[in-house]
């Protein structure tokens, strides 16, 4: 066999040739922006030559400071492509952690979207080694700044070549690296490579929620987190028509675009899926969904209610699906089994809910705190660990943290998790989020689902606090729907959990708010409510 490298170029290249006329559709800052594969492939090789006339070398790091756009998609390929490294910097990372993590990848040049530049130019005297800026713009101005070495993108590749030699290169070279979304401390840096990216798209596009040349795919998930879960590597390979939703968007904007554009598939977190439902719920007859194949949840649990109203109201797939930063980041997701298709739609929406099934080329092990694999019966809890090529070896500059995070090879994920009999995983919890009742524990996870399934609950978050005599308790966080504010009491929410949780499971107390504090990336930050609760900030919203 060849001694071929595995490099993101091959993406690139068969996109290219394969499928030049296939469309990409950017909702930009003037209005909606379309070109092709071909169009961008010569902006991608415009772009590699404008980064080589502006110094940037071999294994500079280059930043992007951006939404889900045109412009972006041609960065996650010009500069991995060229054998430099894409920093995809987190929009909603706090000051702090973003001079943290520009700092400590050592970013050469920025690339910003225009939005998102007065962020940018008030963080540069903080930041000692970004040389150069670059204003992501439709428009024919830069925005006024006194900032020396700032271009506008489209002047800068304007008169570059639209040919360039990729040039050959070791697979283990970086390609991207990102951080994590900081739950915990200081954002940590993970290195991903052109092989493990790779080998991560192909496998993504193996079975049922592998996409084709006819699919029109739209990531919700953005850019600047965990590569959008790999959806512009594996979309651009097979030549699929990609949607990108661009700055800010809202609901109204992303069934616009499923519906004009005829998606096929979509990925987001569940809190995007939720808005988009209340959104076609208050317009009803005003969007035909008819053309999605099925849509991927995920960052956090996806409650069953969820699937359900998708498969009874609007006839949508709603699936599953397990990452993290360390991973690149896919390794489950919950596709159905033969076996499941007679199953009745309650106990098919429930185990379709599961965390999933792991990706093929991965291994995995749960772990009791004895170190010993635990039952694969669905009910006995341990660590999930990981390894396969697509998983971190080690967190970039960070020794400490590095070791922590592994067992004799194996990556510990730090979620608590089942396996059943059929070798569906069910993450119950983050290690910190387990809550542990006179001794036994409690899923904060399954009991948060089990609150959702309620009709007048938009959201809810569980917490543990501590008790005097059985060390922790729950308490429930609870978003209200606007019709059943001051309608559905903490008395209507245990009632309703009393058949379907153990009674020891039962919350101490149900506490009203306006809306669960998220984190960057949409998840719901309990570590914000455990603080809120211990400054006594919680209250009752009415």
């Known amino acids: 066999m060849m001694d071929y490298p595995l490099l993101l170029k091959s993406v690139l290249y068969r996109a290219n040739t394969i499928f030049p006329e296939k469309e990409i559709v950017s909702r930009d800052f003037s209005g909606i922006f379309r070109y092709t594969y071909r169009d961008m492939y010569k902006r991608v090789c415009k772009l590699a030559n404008a980064l080589q006339r502006l110094g940037v070398n071999p294994g500079d790091r280059v930043a992007s400071f951006a939404w889900n756009n045109h412009r972006h998609l ?78 506008a993108y489209e002047d800068l590749i304007a008169g570059e070549s639209d040919s360039y030699t990729f040039p050959e290169f070791d697979e283990w070279t970086p390609a991207i690296i990102g951080y994590t979304s900081a739950t915990t401390g200081l954002p940590k840096g993970v290195v991903y490579t052109h092989r493990g990216l790779y080998l991560h798209c192909l496998t993504a596009l193996v079975g049922e929620l592998g996409t084709d040349e006819r699919d029109v795919t739209m990531p919700i998930v953005p850019m600047f987190h965990v590569n959008a879960w790999g959806r512009p590597y594996c979309d651009t390979w097979v030549g699929a028509k990609q949607v990108y939703p661009g700055a800010r968007p809202q609901p109204a904007d992303l069934c616009e675009l499923i519906h004009n554009e005829r998606v096929t598939y979509s990925a987001g977190v569940p809190t995007v899926w939720m808005g988009i439902l209340n959104h076609v719920r208050e317009n009803p007859s005003t969007y035909d969904f008819s053309c999605i194949r099925y849509l991927m949840s995920g960052g956090s649990a996806m409650p069953a209610s969820l699937t359900e109203a998708y498969h009874r109201e609007l006839g949508v797939k709603l699936y599953q699906g397990y990452g993290q930063t360390e991973t690149s980041p896919v390794t489950f997701v919950s596709v159905p089994k033969a076996a499941m298709d007679s199953l009745p739609d309650e106990a098919r929406f429930r185990q379709l809910t599961k965390t999933g099934l792991i990706l093929p080329g991965l291994e995995m092990r749960i772990v009791n705190a004895d170190g010993q694999e635990v039952a694969h019966d669905g009910k006995e809890m341990g660590e999930l660990l990981l390894r396969g090529p697509w998983v971190l070896n080690a967190y970039y500059k960070d020794p400490e943290k590095t070791k922590e995070a592994f067992i004799d090879g194996w990556f510990r994920t730090g979620d608590i998790a089942t396996l059943d009999e059929n070798g569906y995983l069910q993450v119950v919890d983050r290690t910190r989020d387990l809550i542990k009742s006179g001794g036994e524990w409690i899923s904060s996870v399954d009991l948060e689902n089990a609150i959702m399934a309620h009709p007048g609950v938009a959201e809810a978050a569980v917490i543990g606090i501590a008790h005097e005599k059985w060390q922790e308790r729950p308490l429930a966080c609870v978003v209200l729907t606007p019709e059943a504010r001051g309608q559905v009491t903490k008395e209507d929410i245990l009632h309703f959990l009393e058949d379907k949780v153990a009674k020891w499971w039962l919350p101490d107390d149900v506490v009203f708010i306006d809306e669960v504090p998220k984190t960057s990336v949409g998840k719901f930050s309990k570590k914000t409510l455990r603080e809120q609760y211990e400054q006594g900030l919680l209250q009752q919203a009415q």
């Open 74 to 151: 041609e960065l996650y390929f010009a500069v991995p492509c060229s054998q430099r490294i894409l920093h995809t910097v987190n929009i909603r990372l706090f000051r702090e952690q973003l001079i943290h993590v520009i700092n400590h990848a050592e970013d050469q040049v920025m690339f910003v979207d225009e939005d998102l530049w007065p962020v940018i130019e008030d963080l540069a005297p903080s930041l000692p080694t970004v040389h150069t800026y670059v204003v992501m713009t439709d428009k024919d101005t830069l925005p006024e700044t006194s900032l020396p070495n700032v271009y």
